[in-house]
Each structure stands twice: as structure tokens, then as C-alpha cells.
């Protein structure tokens, strides 16, 4: 397969103002036929040119290009693309053609999901559905006719507005739609189903009602109440923060089961994962609440952020994702705390983003080439992405940001623009230089930040001195400085601020700030809020760390102070270990754990933050070579050492609230993550009373979040009593697919020695299943992921494993498959024994025939 490169961009050659699209839907063949109205497009040249369309999976039935039919001589047909007879100005266009979702197990296009048609086409699915110029820089306005059997799929949806409906003869129903707003041919969705409607409403500031109706399967009426609060909130929210108001007088969420993502934004019909949609307190856990909450946030902000103005071409994804997962942070953020929020927000760039970037897949925020575009999905466009939208927030400030913004949307409102409009907006509307910034959107990698600083009591001064430096990354070896706001404080070590917060710019490789006016011993407090994605070595003293600990105003810098003390500690334990030797937990840590476990002053969700480890994956990338078993041995010794060291803390704190009635606010939450925490902890110091506690926890019917959180407590203690807990949450959620994908990410994640055997045996449970991602995602994925210890064996036995199973998938769903690769291509992080090992799964995957091309980009990359 030939990569797609940015530089060989050109305009399309034709435009289509409208695409008429009537599906008809049988049991044997859907039958599509679609009429384009279009017309040559001046920007792309002079005089006539070919009609060019993409087209896959399908049959071609007829062509009829302006009132003629074309015989198969008249066109050329190749297994993508249909090329027509030249055209220079107008023309109307009429394809027919036949394709069969259900045999769709790829999850893209039309297919079927439990019995309903749905679709999904960002970013390359529309041509599986019709022939067309399937690029986000054309940009048509749709009427949409469904037909399907009416007992069967009773609801008929698509984008925009219904226009009329009726019976269409032998027990079949029609349904017409018709979407003002111009778009992209990513953005079209068609639903058929036999849907339960829960109905509400929003007025929007201006006054007008729009009617927001959510579609599930019957029976999950009730898990819909969450996803409708957070969608009027997020509508809400974009009023007042962005002055963004919706624009049609309907909105509509379906939920499906079978989904190769979260979700999708489709105009005015989002379509979700039935796991990001479907959330009550019974069923969801608090963490999956919050998650719901920012999903059902984001692809509603995408109606601006994306939809109305979109990308010009897939390079250009961050424009529409970093974008609006910035807008999704500070919405989450609003609605709950700010410092949680970055503390969880900057653990998932470190062990997702950090590590792609410090990888053979690492890539730009807008890259530069692809096999295959699904693969660019990735922590890079989305969370580093969402950092340099950020950057600029914090250098322009909220109003300048917020003016930015406005431009942007008043010059390319209804356009198919770049990230470089949306660095220009930025930059017009204050006028401010960002000429090297745009260097975070085309540099990979990223950039290790170096400070040191020397006070001068005499002079009252203090000197911050910043280096940077960005490591090569693939076809990328050389690179030059990019602009870093570092956001920065002196702490006096006797207490208060010496300085205030100043955002300092380091533009080139180094820089000295000089403080003024510093008269006593100060620490300074360095990245506050984490304000450039970069890594931070601080010449600070294990001393210092522990101050900051409990004294930075900051909330990200203390939970940092504290995680970057717990990193030192921990890979110096680990090296004991491997060396043969005994190890211990730096005093200072137990003494910092206990400050903050009896600080009153402290939100309990931060403290829960405050009071959780590195995990295991963050611990390996901090070293040159992951040391897999003894990280393990380090931090399950830590976590014991901490358990005991705090056995009545823990007790006491987790009794405290054990009793407490549960409710769904922010306040509440953040207990239940503080006495899960705490119980977590009590178990780990091997305290009877603490697993009596757990397994009372535990009983399947309690509030998911504690019960999940007691499993997981539970689920590497190899006894009969925890193992017979989580049998009876199997037995009570069987026949609940979402819960259940909790049993099997537990049972997957477990790190007892014999999880991998009992990962393979549970492909054979009767409810495992390859052509649902979630539950791929639930029992491989969280395996692969969530389990270094087991999947990184050193016998090389997870990864031949993963090698199996992503080439069973990959026949099944590319997607998916592709996804799953990933953990193998790390492959440099680890000890010579693993690596061979994690090649050979990687060469065994490279040899199979007929790969798809996800997976080739992938394995081919990993094997460079
Ligand atoms: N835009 C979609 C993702 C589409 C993924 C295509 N493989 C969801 C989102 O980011 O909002
Ligand atoms: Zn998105």
C-alpha cells in the first residue's frame, strides 16, 4: 500500500451541491442510489476534467451522467474509485449501486449493529456506502429517503430535519430527511431500528427550542437520564463560554452496541458507543459517569468545532479533535474541579500521548503522511493536540483566546479549512506572533525541558535557567526549539508565595529568568498545570519535592511534587530488586501519604490523586529499559509498605465514609474515589477486616463504583472467598453487556501468574465475542494494556497471544485489529530477551497474507 502524503494535496476537481440519497433497505441487498449535483470547481483548474469518485464494497448497478445512462465502456470502474467522461461545467449525476451490511463486520459504512442499521463514516466509510468525492473538502447539502420493513425498523433517522414519512407499500415505511447546513460526507449518518425515544428539550439562549430525543434499545430508557443532563449542560456551557448555539431544532443521539469507537458527530444524529451513552449509578461507575459526561460534551462541541467549520483534508484532524478535546477538558473542568481534571488529564498524555511519541509510530500533531487515516486516530492529534490548543490559551489568555475563536468562526464559518486558518485566527484577532508555534503542529517528539536555578540572597534575586531539547523521531532527526510557556512560582521555604505566578516564555534552546525582590530561601514551582507538554527535569533537591508536596498552591505542581518523589523511589527500589537486593520505600513518601491522607483542607478526589502511585507503565517509560517484573515487586511493595505504615488511616478514613448514601455530584464522587482508595490500600496491608470489608462491598447489587472498586481490591488475592465475589458479579450481570465487560476486564487485569490462561480460556466463554469491540477491547485490549506484568512475560507467551488474536481480528474488523497491534511495537523499552520476543510476535503478524492495510502501517512501522 502507497502512503498519502499532505504536500500532494491538490483542490477537488469537481464540487457537489447536493447529493440525493435514497436507501432502500432489504434482508438480501440494501440498494443505494444516489443523484449528485455538481459542478467543476475554478480553484482546481482550467477546462474539463474526469469525474472521479471514491467507491469500495459495493456493486455498481447503473451510471447516468446528465440524463444518459453509460454503458461499462463509458466509464472505468476500479476496486476504489469509478471514473466518469470529463465535465467542465455543471452536471447531475444518478449512481446506483447494491451493498450488504450485515456481512459488514468491519464496522464502517452501513452496517448492522444488534439487529439495527447504523453508520459510521469519518473518516473513509461514506464510499463503502455510494460512489462519491469522499473528502471533507466537498461539502453538500443531503436529502436522505430510508426505506425498510415498518415492523422491523419502525425509526428511520438521519441528518438535519424530518420532512415526511409514510407507508411505502407490502409492510414498508419511508422516511425522508433534509440537512440545511452543508457538509462533508464523514458527517452523514443513517439510523433504521426498532428504537425506544426518550424526548426532552433546550432552549437556547436566543429563545429558540430545540428538541434533543436520545434513541436506545428498548429497556435502556432509564440509563439515559446522565447523557441528557450532560448534553443540555454542554449546550449550556458552549453559550456561555463560546457564544456557540445550536443551529437546527433537533438533536439526536442513538446508541449502538457495536462501535469501533467512543462515538461520532455526525450533524444533528450523533451516534455513540451504547458504553459512552447508557449510565446510571447501578450499572456505571463514577469515573464512567464523568467519561459520559465529556463524550456526549464533545460531539456536541463539535457542531462548531468540526461541523460547521470542518478539516480541509485528514491532516488536518487536530483542527477539529486537539480543538475540541481542549473544549472538553475546560467543560469537564468547569463542571467538576480544575485540578483533578488536569492531574487525570495529564496522567493519560504521559502513558498514552508520551508514549506513541516516544515510539515508532510517533507522528506531528498534524502528520505528514499515512497508509491508513483510521490509524491517526491517535493520542497525538488528540491529547497532544488538545496541549498546543492549550498553549495558546494560556499565552494569548482566556479573552484573547476567546477572540481568536470568534475570528475563526467569522472567516471560515461553513468552510473546509487548516490548522494554520486556526493559528492565523489566533494570531489576527490579537495581534501576536505565533510564527514558531506552528512548529508544535509539524515537529513529533517530545521535548525534554531542563531547569536549574541559583539564588542570590544578597541580591535579593533568583536566577530560573531553561534548556530544551526535542529527540529525534522517525524520519524526523533533526529538529529546532519550539516555544514553551512555562508557567512558574517562588515558594518561600518558610512558608507563602515569594513571587507570583508569571508565565515565562522559553523561545529558542535556553533562557535565564531573573526574579527580583527575592529575599528569603524560596523553591521554585516550575510547568504549573502542567503548561507545555513536555518532560520536566527540575534540579530539585528529594528535599524540595517533599516541600512542594504539601506546600505548592498549585494542585497539578503538589501532585507532581509527589509523583516525581514516588518515580525516584520506586525505580531505585526496582534496581535494588533486580540487583538481588532489599528494598525500601523512601520515609519521605509514608510521611507525605500521611500529611495528605489527614489533610482536611483537601478536595477528597484530589486526595485520592495525590494518594495514587505512578503506575506501572509511567515507571517503565521513566527508565531507560523497563525492568517489567521488578517495577511490579517495587510498587506492590510500596503499596504494602504504605498499607501498613497507615493501616489505622486507612481503616478510619474508609469507615468514615464506607456508611455514607451515594449520590451522583461532583462532591460525592470524589469521597468514593477517596474511601476506594483508602480501601485499597487497607487491603494491601494484608488486614483481614479490610478484605471482610471489600468482599461486604462487593455484593453485586451495591453502586457500581464500589463494587467495582472492591473487585478490583479483590481480584489478585488468590482465595476462595474473593474468587466466589467475583463469580456472583458474573452470575448477576450476565446477561448485561456493559457490565459484564467489566467482569472481563477484571478477570483480564488481575495480576495473579495465572491470568493469561484464563484470558484465553474466556475467548471461549459463551459471551465472549470478536465482532463486538467492546468486548475485544474489555478482554484483549485491557489485558495488553492494563496487565504489564502478565502481557510483558518473559517467556514471550502474551505476546504470542496478541499475535493470534489480532490476526483473528484483523480478518473480522482492521479497525480494531490495528489498534491492538500497538503494544507491540514498543518494543525498544523493554530488556533483549522481550524484545526478540515481541519481534517475532510482530514478524509472525508481518507474514500473514492478505493483512489489511491498518495492520500492515502498523507492524511495518514497528518493524522499521
Ligand atoms: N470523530 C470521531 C472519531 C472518528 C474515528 C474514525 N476512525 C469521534 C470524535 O473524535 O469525536
Ligand atoms: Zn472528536
Known amino acids: 500500500p502507497q502512503p498519502t502524503r499532505l504536500s500532494d494535496y491538490r483542490p477537488p476537481a469537481h464540487l457537489i451541491e447536493t447529493l440525493d440519497l435514497a436507501l432502500d433497505l432489504r434482508d438480501d441487498w440494501t440498494t443505494v442510489r444516489a443523484t449528485l449535483r455538481g459542478r467543476r470547481n475554478p480553484a482546481a483548474g482550467q477546462g474539463a476534467a474526469p469525474i472521479v469518485l471514491?467507491?469500495?464494497?459495493?456493486?455498481?448497478?447503473?451510471?447516468?451522467?446528465?440524463g444518459?445512462?453509460?454503458?461499462?465502456?463509458?466509464?472505468?470502474?476500479?476496486?476504489?474509485?469509478?471514473?466518469?467522461?470529463?465535465?467542465?461545467?455543471?452536471f447531475e449525476l444518478v449512481v446506483e449501486s447494491r451493498i450488504r451490511p450485515q456481512d459488514n463486520s468491519a464496522l464502517e459504512g452501513l452496517y448492522l449493529s444488534n439487529g439495527m442499521y447504523c453508520t459510521q463514516c469519518e473518516a473513509e466509510g461514506f464510499r463503502r456506502i455510494t460512489y462519491f468525492p469522499d473528502r471533507p473538502d466537498v461539502m453538500a447539502v443531503y436529502s436522505v429517503r430510508l426505506e425498510a420493513d415498518a415492523a422491523r425498523f419502525p425509526v428511520l433517522l438521519s441528518n438535519g430535519n424530518p420532512v415526511e414519512q409514510g407507508e411505502a407499500g407490502a409492510g414498508r415505511r419511508y422516511a425522508v430527511w433534509h440537512d440545511p447546513f452543508p457538509k462533508p460526507s464523514y458527517l452523514f449518518a443513517a439510523v433504521a431500528g426498532d428504537l425506544a425515544c426518550v424526548e426532552d428539550r433546550f432552549v437556547t439562549r436566543s429563545g429558540r427550542e430545540v428538541a434533543l430525543r436520545i434513541y436506545v434499545e428498548h429497556g435502556n430508557e432509564p440509563r439515559t437520564g446522565h447523557a441528557m443532563d450532560s448534553l443540555k449542560r454542554a449546550m449550556r456551557w458552549d453559550e456561555e463560554v463560546f457564544g456557540l448555539e445550536y443551529d437546527l431544532d433537533l438533536f439526536m443521539i442513538v446508541a449502538v452496541s457495536h462501535f469501533n469507537m467512543g462515538a461520532m458527530e455526525n450533524k444533528g444524529l450523533n451516534v455513540f458507543n451504547s458504553k459512552l451513552l447508557l449510565a446510571d449509578a447501578a450499572t456505571a461507575t463514577d469515573a464512567d459517569l464523568q467519561r459520559v459526561e465529556a463524550v456526549v460534551a464533545h460531539e456536541y462541541f463539535h457542531n462548531w468545532t468540526g461541523n460547521?467549520?470542518?478539516?480541509?483534508?485528514?491532516?488536518?484532524?487536530?483542527?477539529?479533535?486537539?480543538?475540541?478535546?481542549?473544549?472538553?477538558?475546560?467543560?469537564?473542568a468547569d463542571m467538576h474541579s480544575h485540578g483533578v481534571k488536569r492531574v487525570g488529564d495529564v496522567r493519560l498524555l504521559r502513558s498514552v500521548q508520551f508514549a506513541e511519541d516516544a515510539g515508532p509510530t510517533a507522528h506531528p500533531v498534524r502528520p505528514d503522511s499515512y497508509i491508513e487515516i483510521n490509524n491517526f486516530y491517535t493520542p497525538?492529534?488528540?491529547e497532544k493536540g488538545a496541549e498546543v490548543v492549550r498553549m495558546i490559551h494560556t499565552l494569548l489568555g482566556p479573552a484573547g483566546f476567546r477572540r481568536g475563536m470568534d475570528l475563526y468562526f467569522e472567516r471560515h464559518d461553513g468552510q473546509a479549512v487548516t490548522c494554520e486558518d486556526f493559528v492565523a485566527a489566533m494570531e489576527d484577532a490579537n495581534g501576536a506572533d505565533l510564527s514558531s508555534f506552528r512548529l508544535w503542529y509539524q515537529q513529533a517528539g517530545t521535548p525534554t525541558l531542563e531547569a536549574d536555578w541559583s539564588q542570590d540572597l544578597s541580591a535579593r534575586s533568583l536566577t530560573l535557567r531553561l534548556r530544551q531539547s526535542v529527540p529525534p523521531t522517525p524520519g524526523q532527526p533533526l529538529k529546532r526549539p519550539m516555544p514553551l510557556p512555562v508557567r512558574a512560582a517562588l515558594l518561600g521555604k518558610a512558608g507563602g508565595t515569594v513571587a507570583p505566578e508569571r508565565v515565562l516564555l522559553l523561545d529558542g534552546a535556553e533562557a535565564s529568568f531573573t526574579f527580583e525582590e527575592v529575599g528569603e530561601p524560596a523553591v521554585p514551582s516550575l510547568l504549573r498545570g502542567f503548561s507545555a507538554p513536555v518532560r520536566l527535569e527540575a534540579a530539585w533537591s528529594e528535599d524540595d519535592l517533599a516541600f512542594l508536596a504539601g506546600a505548592d498552591d498549585d494542585p497539578f505542581g503538589r501532585w507532581e511534587a509527589l509523583q516525581t518523589l514516588a518515580t525516584r523511589s520506586l525505580l531505585r527500589m526496582a534496581e535494588a530488586l533486580r540487583a538481588g537486593g532489599a528494598a525500601t520505600l523512601d520515609q519521605r513518601i509514608v510521611s507525605a501519604f500521611r500529611a495528605s491522607l489527614a489533610d482536611a483542607r483537601l478536595e477528597p478526589a484530589f486526595k485520592a490523586e495525590l494518594l495514587t502511585l505512578p503506575g506501572e507503565t509511567l515507571l517503565g517509560q521513566a527508565s531507560e529499559t523497563w525492568q517489567v517484573d521488578a517495577v511490579h515487586e517495587a510498587r506492590e511493595l510500596a503499596r504494602r509498605t504504605l498499607g501498613e505504615a497507615l493501616r489505622d488511616g486507612w481503616r478510619q478514613a474508609y469507615q468514615a465514609l464506607a456508611g455514607e448514601e451515594g449520590a451522583l455530584d461532583t462532591e460525592a464522587m470524589g469521597r468514593r474515589a477517596f474511601k476506594n482508595a483508602a480501601?485499597?490500600?487497607?487491603?494491601?496491608?494484608?488486614?483481614?477486616?479490610?478484605?471482610?470489608?471489600?468482599?461486604?462491598?462487593?455484593?453485586?447489587?451495591?453502586?457500581?463504583?464500589?463494587?467495582?472498586?472492591?473487585?478490583?481490591?479483590?481480584?489478585?488475592?488468590?482465595?476462595?472467598?474473593?474468587?466466589?465475589?467475583?463469580?456472583?458479579?458474573?452470575?448477576?450481570?450476565?446477561?448485561?453487556?456493559?457490565?459484564?465487560?467489566?467482569?472481563?476486564?477484571?478477570?483480564?487485569?488481575?495480576?495473579?501468574?495465572?491470568?493469561?490462561?484464563?484470558?484465553?480460556?474466556?475467548?471461549?466463554?459463551?459471551?465472549?465475542?470478536?465482532?463486538?469491540?467492546?468486548?475485544?477491547?474489555?478482554?484483549?485490549?485491557?489485558?495488553?494494556?492494563?496487565?504489564?506484568?502478565?502481557?510483558?512475560?518473559?517467556?514471550?507467551?502474551?505476546?504470542a497471544f496478541?499475535?493470534?488474536?489480532?490476526?483473528a481480528l484483523d480478518k473480522l474488523n482492521p479497525q480494531v485489529a490495528a489498534r491492538l497491534?500497538?503494544?507491540?511495537?514498543?518494543?525498544?523499552?523493554?530488556?533483549?530477551?522481550?524484545?526478540?520476543?515481541?519481534?517475532?510476535?510482530?514478524?509472525?503478524?508481518?507474514?500473514?497474507?492478505?493483512?489489511?492495510?491498518?495492520v500492515f502501517e502498523i507492524v511495518s512501522k514497528g518493524l522499521a
Request: aromatic share 8%; net charge negative.
Open 308 to 332: 460547521r467549520v470542518t478539516c480541509r483534508d485528514w491532516f488536518q484532524l487536530s483542527l477539529k479533535e486537539g480543538l475540541t478535546v481542549f473544549r472538553d477538558q475546560q467543560f469537564s
Open 802 to 807: 496478541l499475535a493470534q488474536e489480532v490476526l
Open 54 to 66: 471514491d467507491g469500495e464494497a459495493q456493486e455498481l448497478v447503473s451510471v447516468t451522467l446528465d
Open 68 to 90: 444518459e445512462r453509460l454503458g461499462p465502456n463509458e466509464y472505468a470502474l476500479e476496486a476504489d474509485r469509478l471514473t466518469l467522461p470529463e465535465r467542465d461545467g455543471a
Open 380 to 382: 497525538t492529534v488528540y
Open 679 to 799: 480501601l485499597a490500600y487497607w487491603v494491601a496491608a494484608g488486614d483481614e477486616a479490610a478484605v471482610a470489608a471489600a468482599l461486604a462491598q462487593a455484593r453485586p447489587d451495591g453502586r457500581m463504583t464500589d463494587v467495582v472498586a472492591a473487585l478490583a481490591a479483590l481480584s489478585d488475592l488468590e482465595r476462595p472467598d474473593a474468587e466466589a465475589a467475583l463469580q456472583a458479579f458474573h452470575d448477576r450481570w450476565l446477561d448485561d453487556p456493559l457490565v459484564l465487560d467489566k467482569w472481563f476486564a477484571l478477570k483480564a487485569t488481575a495480576s495473579r501468574p495465572d491470568t493469561l490462561a484464563t484470558v484465553e480460556a474466556l475467548r471461549r466463554h459463551p459471551r465472549f465475542d470478536r465482532r463486538n469491540p467492546n468486548r475485544v477491547r474489555a478482554l484483549i485490549g485491557s489485558f495488553t494494556t492494563g496487565n504489564p506484568v502478565r502481557f510483558h512475560a518473559a517467556d514471550g507467551s502474551g505476546y
Open 821 to 854: 497491534t500497538q503494544p507491540l511495537v514498543r518494543w525498544r523499552r523493554f530488556d533483549e530477551g522481550r524484545r526478540q520476543r515481541m519481534l517475532e510476535a510482530l514478524r509472525r503478524i508481518a507474514d500473514e497474507p492478505g493483512l489489511s492495510r491498518d
